[in-house]
């Protein structure tokens, strides 16, 4: 598995540790990212970027991810979807180094691997309408 893609694993993993408990798990999460990529520092320091990036901005990520929906509140999410999301979201909007096109085909793959059958087109729909705003606003 690409080592970005292990990361992004570890980060959506996190944001679901952290909807879940609290953001005061927030400075724990070392030891996870520690425990599930123990060999590759590479790895954990992006999955670490990346979810407290996420987890800084999640109020602008979370407007962005309603407004590109049609009658679908954030609270209606599924913890898994969510965080899936936000993750895409958060790069969509504050990482230009990975392509728009990467991001939500990775978004798709951990729909297909985590979520339901029918979250990979939901994750699909809602990124490219996010992809488009943000297009939009630039």
Same mark, same amino acid.
Request: glycine share 4%; proline share 4%; aromatic share 8%.
């Given at each position: 598995?690409?080592?970005?893609?292990?990361?992004?694993?570890?980060?959506?993993?996190?944001?679901?540790?952290?909807?879940?408990?609290?953001?005061?798990?927030?400075?724990?999460?070392?030891?996870?990212?520690?425990?599930?990529?123990?060999?590759?520092?590479?790895?954990?320091?992006?999955?670490?970027?990346?979810?407290?990036?996420?987890?800084?901005?999640?109020?602008?990520?979370?407007?962005?991810?309603?407004? *590109? /929906?049609?009658?679908?509140?954030?609270?209606?999410?599924?913890?898994? #979807?969510?965080?899936?999301? @936000? &993750?895409?979201?958060?790069?969509?909007?504050?990482?230009?180094?990975?392509?728009?096109?990467?991001?939500?085909?990775?978004?798709?793959?951990?729909?297909?691997?985590? *979520? /339901?059958?029918?979250?990979?087109?939901?994750?699909?729909?809602?990124? #490219?309408?996010?992809?488009? @705003? &943000?297009?939009?606003?630039?």
């Amino acid at each position: 598995m690409d080592s970005r893609t292990r990361a992004r694993e570890l980060a959506m993993q996190a944001l679901y540790q952290l909807d879940v408990q609290g953001g005061d798990i927030l400075e724990r999460l070392g030891v996870f990212f520690e425990e599930n990529a123990p060999d590759d520092e590479s790895v954990r320091k992006l999955a670490r970027d990346w979810t407290r990036g996420t987890w800084e901005n999640v109020t602008q990520c979370d407007e962005i991810i309603v407004a *590109s /929906t049609i009658k679908w509140e954030i609270s209606r999410l599924s913890f898994v #979807d969510k965080s899936i999301l @936000r &993750l895409a979201v958060y790069q969509l909007k504050f990482c230009p180094d990975v392509p728009p096109k990467v991001v939500i085909n990775e978004a798709i793959e951990l729909a297909k691997k985590f *979520s /339901t059958a029918q979250s990979p087109g939901f994750v699909n729909g809602v990124l #490219d309408a996010v992809r488009k @705003r &943000l297009k939009l606003e630039s």
